[in-house]
């Protein structure tokens, strides 16, 4: 993850998000606007083809702002956002969603919910390469029998699968998760982040994913980008991962780095978290 790297699938370069707020009467007299606020601040990362970044930091340091802008659901105030060197400029196929509320759709079935996605995005594909294709995803997450149930039928777990198998259902270049895992209990969590794992040895797409868990990051990624406390949060230190694969959690935590990694990644958490909550409470 080079600054700048030609060979960079997806650059950011100069990211700055301002979210303006409304002006009160003294900022309207003097024009200056009392409450806007810069969430992040300056942010250029390079993420090469078949990469698993991970980005953590405290709560509220504009992590899902950056990946909104990645997504093209909301613009960058300054600085752009380039795939495959073109700037980013809405939504497309070529980035796949997965949201930690999963947004399946209520009244349509597992099946349905990963066949229109792929209906959408790929209207001239024939009913029989739609069905393939649909039936392909459901197999790679292991939902197969539970085609013709509805969303409320099934568990949060199975719920997430849909929302991966979906998100990868009309191929996209890169896999963008938001929290993917933290609607979950903790044993439907390891387990998921296990099949995730799974599924990357064979696909090998880049990803790019939030998280506040360390354990988890360590497990699933290439690289772990660090965040800042905000306003005007930044990238501290981004860690290389590297652990070999295919990785399991009792492997990873016999490797020598696994521990100091791991106390690296704790020290940055606590000293960023404690400081928005001192801000928070005014010391
Ligand atoms: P994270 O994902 O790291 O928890 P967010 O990206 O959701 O953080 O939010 C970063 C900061 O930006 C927070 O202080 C949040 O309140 C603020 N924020 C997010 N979206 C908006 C918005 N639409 N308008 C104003 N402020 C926002």
Redesign the pocket.
């Known amino acids: 993850m080079d600054t700048f790297s030609s060979s960079a699938q997806l650059s950011t370069r100069n990211v700055t ?1 301002v ?1 303006y ?1 409304k002006k009160d009467l003294f900022s309207r007299l003097s024009g200056k606007a009392s409450n806007d ?1 810069i ?2 601040e300056d942010i250029s990362i390079d993420i090469e083809p078949n990469t698993f970044v991970s980005i953590i ?12 802008m990645i997504a093209g659901l ?1 613009p960058t105030t300054s600085g752009e956002i380039l795939l495959n060197g073109v700037p980013i400029t809405g939504p497309g196929p070529d980035r796949g969603m997965v949201f930690q509320n999963y947004a399946l759709m209520p009244w349509m079935t597992v099946e349905e919910n990963i066949r229109f996605a792929v209906e959408t995005v790929y209207p001239k594909l024939s009913p029989k390469q739609v069905q393939h294709t649909v039936k392909e995803h459901i197999q790679l997450v292991g939902l197969t029998g539970a085609e013709t149930r509805h969303p409320h039928e099934i568990s949060g777990g199975m719920r997430q699968r849909v929302g991966i198998a979906r998100a990868l259902a009309i191929s996209p270049q890169i896999l963008l998760m ?2 993917p895992f933290g609607a979950l209990d903790a044993l439907t969590r390891g387990f998921l982040q296990e099949e995730v794992e799974r599924i990357w040895e064979q696909q090998r797409k880049t990803v790019i994913m ?1 998280t506040h868990s360390i354990e988890e990051a360590l497990l699933l990624s290439d690289r772990i980008v660090m ?1 800042t406390r ?2 005007a ?1 930044r990238i501290d230190e981004i860690l290389e991962v590297p652990f070999p694969r295919p990785r399991n959690r009792e492997t990873i935590e016999q490797h020598p780095e696994y521990h100091a990694l791991k106390a690296e990644m704790e020290s940055h958490l606590y000293r960023e978290t404690r400081a928005v909550e001192a801000a928070r409470i005014g010391r």
């Open positions: 998000k979210f707020g606020f969430a992040i930091g405290p709560s509220g340091c504009g992590k899902s702002t950056l990946l909104n909301s938001d929290e939030i965040m905000g306003p949060a």
